[in-house]
RNA sequence: GGCGGUGUAGCUCAGUCGGUUAGAGCAUACGGCUCAUAUCCGUAGUGUCGGGGGUUCAACUCCCUCCACCGCCA
C-alpha cells in the first residue's frame, strides 16, 4: 500500500439527505469542517474538503411522488438549496458528491462486486417485520404482540413477519480486527467517551449486516442482480472513496486517501465507527484516521428536528448578522464533543460582548487613534518599552496556546483563548492612555509606539481568528493596509513584527454592530407565519363532554373517549394517561377541535382533538369547563 | 437490566501527581477613563465542591454506599 503523502490533509462532512432542508445542525457540522480545513491549510497542508448529498431511499421516492416529480428533480431541488447556504456561510469545501451521480454508482457496484467475490457479501434471507402500508421493515426493538405481529410505530397498522432475499455483508467477521484498531488508535473515535460506547457494542458481538432491499427502487442496482438495489448505508458510506476520485480520478485518490478525519454528528457514529471501517476493511483499503462525532444543537433542551417542527433556519441569523457572528457562536459556544442549547437570548449575548465590545470595539479605536493622530500612517516612533515588549511576548504565548488548541480540534479553547489576547491588548491601552499622551506634542513618539503596538497585535488576532471568522480576519489585515491575504500566511512564521511602520491604514465602520435582542425578535417576528383570521375561524373548537374513557391497551399515554360534541358523539384518542385515570374523566368538559383531519393512532381512528398544555416533561394538563356551559357551545 | 459518564459560585464550566485562603467567563454591585460601537480598565463578593461513610497528618481529588441526571446497548 502506498503510503500518503505528508502535508496533504482529507476532511469530510457527512453527505446531508436531501429530505431534509438545510438547517442548523447541517450548517454547525460543516462550519466546523470549514474551520478545521482553513487552519490545516494555515500550517501548509494540502486540504480535500468533502461534503455532499446523500439522495437515494424510499422516502425520496415517495416525497417526490407526492410532489409529482422525479426523485432526481427533488435531489436537484435540496442539493441547491445546500448549495446556497454553503455559499452564505462562507464553506471552502473541494468537491460536492452527490450519491446519484455515475462515478459514486459505479464505485459503489465496483466495491459491492470486490467484496462479493471475496466473500463478504453473500446472498441471503432476512426476516422481519414487514409494515406494508409503509413499506418499510420495522427494527428490531419494536415489541412483539401476543398474536406474533408487531405493530408499525410510524402507521399504527398491523406488521406482518416476512422474507425477504438479500445480500448480506459479514460484519460478524469483522469484531475482531474492528477490537485490535480501536486499541491500536485510540483516537480512530473521538471524543474519547464515545470511543467507550461503541468497543461496548462490538464486543457484544456482531450480526451480519443486510444492505440490499427489493423493496426500494430509488437505489443504486446490484451488479448482475438488478432486482435488489444498494441499501443506504453502504451507499452512502462510499461516497468519501468516489467522492475523492476512487475509480475515476487515480492521481486524487492516490494523493489523498485515507481520509484524516471524518466529522460526523454523533447520532451517526456506529455507522462510520463499525461499518465503514469493516467496509474498508473487506476492500484491503487503508482506513481513516479519525471519526469524530460532534454534539448536537438543542432548542428547549431537545434535539432540532424537522419532526419536532423547531428547526432553525439560519438564514434569519445570517441575514442580521452576517455569516461571521454565526459562525463564531457555533464554533465558540461549546467545545466539540458536547451538545449546546441554541437561545437567541445566548446569541446575541455572545456576539454583542466577544465580537461588537471586545474585539471590534478595540478595532475600532486603534484604528481610529491612528487615523486621528497619525493620518492612517505610523512612520517614526521610539524604542519599545517594558510594556511593548510585554505585548509582544503574550503574542508568543497566545500563538503557541492557538496552535496547539486548533491541532486538538478544540476549536472553542483556540477562540478564548485568542480573547485573553484581546483583553491584554485592551488593557494594554488602558494602561498607556494614549489619548492623553496626544495632547502633548511632545510624546508623539511615544504615542506613535503605542499605537503601532496595538496594530500590530490586532494583525495577529485577525489571523488566529481567521480560520472561524475568514471574511472579517480578511477585512481586518486589509483596514491594516497589507497587502497579502491571510492564506497566503503561514502559521508557523507569522511574526509580530510582520506588521510594518508605514503601512497605509484605513479607517473603518464597526465590524459587528451591537444588535438589541428586542430589535432582533422584531426582525424574528416579521418572518413569523401569522395565521389570519380566517384561517383561524376554519377551525371548529368546541366544548365537548366525555362520555366514555378507557386506556388503550400496550400503551403507557393513550386514553381512548367517546365525546359528545353537541348530539353527536366521537371516538378521541389522547395522550394524557401519564396525568388523568380514564375514570375520573368521565363528564368532563374539554376544548376540543372536530374537523380536524381523522387521524388512525396506534391502530384507532381518532376522529378529534383535545387541547392540552404541555408540560415540560411531556405530561399534558387539559382545562375543563364547568357544568354552567352546554356541551357542544362553540368556542372561539 | 448491562456498560459508561456527570453532579463544583445565580448561569456555563476548569480544577493536572491528594498539599496553602477552591478558580475562569458571563450576570450583579461599586469605582476609574473618555480614544472607541453606552464601549474599555479596575475592585468586590457569595460555594455544606450531590448526600452519607471510610482511608490519610491532609480529600473537590482515592475507596465504599446512596440519590439525581445523561449517553450507549443494531
Known sequence: MVEKSKNKFYITTPIYYVNDIPHIGHAYTTIIADAISRYKKLTGNEVFFLTGTDEH?????????????????????????FKNLWKALNISYDYFVRTTQSSHEKGVQKIFQKLKDKGDIYKGVYEGYYCVSCENFLSDDVPLEKEGNKTCPDCGKQAGKVSEECYFFKLSSYQKPLLDLYKKNPYFIRPKSRMNEIKSFVKQGLKDLSITRTTVKWGIPVPDDPDHSIYVWFDALHNYLTGIGYDWNPELYNKFWPPDIHLIGKDILRFHAVFWPAFLMAGGLTLPGTVFGHGWWLKDKTKISKSKG???????????FGTDPLRYFLLREIPLGLDGNF???????????????????????????????????????????????????EFVTCKDKVASFYEEFAINKALEETWVYINLVNKYLADNEPWKLAKDESKKKRLARILFQAAAAIRAIAYFIYPVMPESADKIWTLLGE??????????????????????????????????????????????????????????????EIIKAEKVEGTQKLI????????????????????YEADDLVGKKPIVIVNLKPAVIHGIESQAMLLAAEMKDGSAIVPFFGDDVPTGSKVK
Open 560 to 579: 381512548k373517549m367517546e365525546v359528545d360534541i353537541g348530539g353527536e358523539t366521537r371516538q378521541m384518542i389522547s395522550g394524557i394517561a401519564d396525568t
Open 57 to 81: 431511499g424510499q422516502k425520496i421516492e415517495k416525497r417526490a411522488e407526492a410532489k409529482g416529480i422525479k426523485p432526481i428533480e427533488l435531489a436537484d431541488q435540496v442539493v441547491g438549496r
Open 310 to 320: 423547531n428547526a432553525l433556519d439560519p438564514h434569519v441569523i445570517l441575514n442580521t
Open 343 to 393: 437561545s437567541h437570548e445566548g446569541f446575541i449575548h455572545r456576539v454583542n460582548s466577544d465580537l461588537a465590545n471586545d474585539l471590534g470595539n478595540l478595532v475600532q479605536r486603534t484604528l481610529t487613534m491612528i487615523h486621528k493622530y497619525f493620518s492612517g500612517n505610523i512612520i517614526e516612533m521610539d524604542e519599545k518599552n517594558e510594556t511593548d515588549i510585554k505585548l509582544k511576548a
Open 483 to 544: 497587502d497579502k491575504s491571510i492564506s497566503d500566511q503561514s502559521f508557523a512564521e507569522l511574526e509580530f513584527e510582520d506588521f510594518k511602520p508605514g503601512q497605509n491604514i484605513q479607517r473603518t465602520e464597526p465590524l459587528f454592530p451591537r444588535v438589541e435582542l428586542k430589535d432582533f425578535l422584531k426582525e424574528e417576528e416579521k418572518k413569523m407565519d401569522y395565521l389570519t383570521f380566517d384561517e383561524f375561524k376554519k377551525m371548529d373548537l368546541r366544548v365537548g
